[in-house]
């Protein structure tokens, strides 16, 4: 199941009040299983490169099933995924991009956040993300 626009704008407002808890101002990105924008918000005052930047993160974690910031610790130099974020268009590896799990143990969608620090991004992400689904994934998330 992907994610739904109600679920999207549910995560969003969750992302959106932690944000103004940390003080600051976030781009947030929700996508669906398929890695396609479903809603998106940008708080004003946030930047305007954080607009890809959120985008990419959701792209990023939908596409490999995991937290943005894992992929990032894989892609170091040496690392197995080294290289990875020059694929697909472009790819996030830093922080602030979560997987949503749905009720069956299915990647439906995921979330990506950007604005601040790192902490703070994944923090925003993970408060939008948890709101609708878990984030933790199953061996294998998809269904073929």
């Not at 974690?61 to 290289?83: A, H």
Request: one cysteine or more; a negative charge.
């Amino acid at each position: 199941m992907h994610v739904t626009i109600e679920d999207a704008h549910k995560a969003i407002e969750a992302a959106r009040a932690k944000a103004v808890e940390l003080d600051t101002q976030m781009c947030i990105a929700v996508v669906d299983s398929g890695g396609n924008l479903k809603a998106f918000y940008r708080m004003d005052g946030a930047w305007v490169g954080s607009i890809d930047i959120a985008q990419k993160k959701a792209k990023t974690s939908v596409f490999f099933g995991m937290m943005t910031g894992q992929i990032g610790q894989l892609s170091q130099p040496g690392g197995p995924l080294f290289g990875i974020e020059h694929s697909n268009e472009g790819l996030i590896t830093f922080p602030g991009g979560i997987p949503i799990v749905d009720k069956d143990g299915e990647m439906s969608g995921a979330i990506g956040v950007s604005g601040s620090s790192v902490e703070n991004d994944h923090a925003v992400a993970l408060a939008g993300a948890s709101t609708i689904g878990a984030t933790e994934l199953p061996a294998h998330p998809w269904r073929t």
